[in-house]
């Protein structure tokens, strides 16, 4: 057997240990991770190889999955050749699929395959984003989500000099130059520049958020559901040393992290809080848990492990924690409100739902747009433009 056809039955294998759970399992990643960990028999190269060909599978899980059964040859075949072009990939394509054409547009691929790219979303999120379904954004649905990098240095020399080093190439965001995108396969966290603080990893549709807002330095924020802090790092630069900014998270692990971060940026201008106090804050952000329906091309998983009940509840959630942390805004304040969602359920419609009940806030116009249309009742960040994860922001100001 040669080493392709070896490669070829390797992956078939791990696609069956996943098949079972990738209609239910929302933390698949850990479970892909796990699984391509414990093959004692893989070298680095094996796990970046049989990784792209399982992402690649569930990004295009209509096209491939029905031909597992009945044609499993035609399923290895059509996942290699939508698989990207790396250089540990670029073998096993060669010796899997040659001989089919590269078509440089979705549209040609589905034609080719005589399939619809509208498959390659579930047809109940039409609904909740029509523009999601448009051929610019279904092109960037089923692209690869490019690696961005959020500047934490006003002097970027070393950074450079260093990616220069290690040969990555790196771009800096046209919309924004405190973002760069790494044009190579690289892995950020080994640097010396990850090390020091002077580069976090971070979307740039997600840098886009907080660049939508007026931040004046000295003011006093809270990042009220702030995770790991990406975030909350982002604050901490913009209100400057005379300014603080506070994180609340219900999980103990997550702040540790950003701590952790924290430290390794140098910034000093941040505390946890466990009680954030009432009208307290010039800003206060609710970066809100949510469906994910915006990071699908990262995560493609979850289009097929995410439904409308799933997000019916994450917006009674949203609800919640909006109600909850206006308390703490206070008077001439703003309350931001952001997701990772592309479904009007978790964003407009919480806005209007909010602002019914809360006749003391009224939506402020964002200070940067980025080339997107700003809404009466927020501004949606869609993925095509900029090349980046999709978003929704609000910024409601207190009167």
Request: contains cysteine; glycine residues 6%.
């Amino acid at each position: 057997m040669s080493v392709v056809s070896s490669q070829q039955q390797v992956f078939l294998r791990l696609l069956g240990k996943l098949r079972p759970r990738w209609h239910q399992d929302l933390a698949l990643p850990a479970q892909i991770q796990r699984m391509l960990g414990g093959e004692r028999s893989f070298g680095s190269r094996d796990r970046r190889l049989y990784r792209e060909l399982i992402y690649t599978t569930l990004r295009y899980l209509p096209w491939i999955e029905p031909c597992l059964d009945r044609d499993p040859a035609r399923a290895i075949k059509v996942a290699a050749w939508l698989a990207a072009d790396t250089r540990d990939t670029r073998a096993y394509r060669a010796g899997t699929c040659a001989d089919w054409p590269g078509l440089p547009s979705l549209a040609a691929r589905a034609e080719f395959l005589n399939a619809s790219a509208a498959d390659l979303l579930p047809a109940w999120f039409r609904d909740h984003c029509p523009a999601v379904f448009t051929p610019r954004e279904l092109e960037a649905q089923l692209a690869r989500a490019p690696l961005w990098l959020r500047l934490q240095t006003a002097d970027p020399a070393a950074i450079a000099e260093e990616f220069s080093a290690l040969d990555w190439r790196t771009q800096p965001a046209p919309a924004l130059g405190s973002a760069w995108r790494v044009l190579d396969e690289a892995d950020v966290t080994k640097t010396d520049a990850y090390a020091a603080g002077r580069i976090e990893v971070q979307d740039l549709g997600s840098q886009m958020v907080l660049e939508t807002l007026r931040i004046t330095p000295g003011e006093r924020w809270l990042d009220a559901c702030a995770g790991a802090g990406g975030k909350t790092l982002q604050l901490s630069q913009k209100v400057g040393p005379a300014g603080l900014v506070e994180a609340h998270d219900t999980r103990p692990a997550a702040l540790d992290e950003l701590l952790e971060r924290a430290e390794r940026a140098g910034l000093e201008n941040i505390r946890i809080t466990a009680q954030p106090a009432a009208g307290r804050y010039a800003g206060v952000l609710v970066d809100a848990p949510c469906s994910g329906s915006g990071t699908w091309r990262r995560s493609p998983h979850l289009k097929w492990t995410t439904t409308p009940a799933l997000v019916a509840e994450r917006a009674r959630l949203q609800r919640t924690l909006l109600d909850r942390f206006a308390a703490c805004v206070q008077p001439g304040g703003r309350l931001v409100y952001a997701t990772c969602s592309l479904s009007h359920v978790e964003n407009e419609d919480i806005i209007t739902a909010f602002l019914a009940a809360h006749h003391d806030f009224g939506v402020e116009a964002p200070a940067q747009i980025f080339g997107f249309e700003a809404r009466p009742d927020g501004l949606t960040i869609l993925p095509a433009r900029h090349d980046t994860d999709g978003f929704f922001t609000a910024a409601l100001r207190r009167r």
